[in-house]
């Protein structure tokens, strides 16, 4: 039951929002394709640099 919750939830913030951004770029340039990559590629050297300064 909680683990059903717990997939829940994390299709709601991971999942759906994929789908939408990767169906709308499908309609658009390779240069928003660039700006999402980019995006993306900031957000994991953010996680990396967090987990890398605060946990041991």
Do not use: E, H, T
Not at 5 to 11: S, V
Not at 38 to 55: E, K, N, P, Q
Request: no cysteine.
């Amino acid at each position: 039951m909680a683990g059903d919750r717990f997939q829940g939830m994390l299709k709601i913030l991971f999942v759906d929002p994929a789908v939408y951004i990767l169906g709308d770029l499908s309609k658009q340039s390779p240069v928003m394709w660039i700006f999402v990559a980019w995006g993306w590629l900031a957000m994991l050297v953010m996680i990396s640099s967090f987990v890398v300064d605060f946990l041991p």
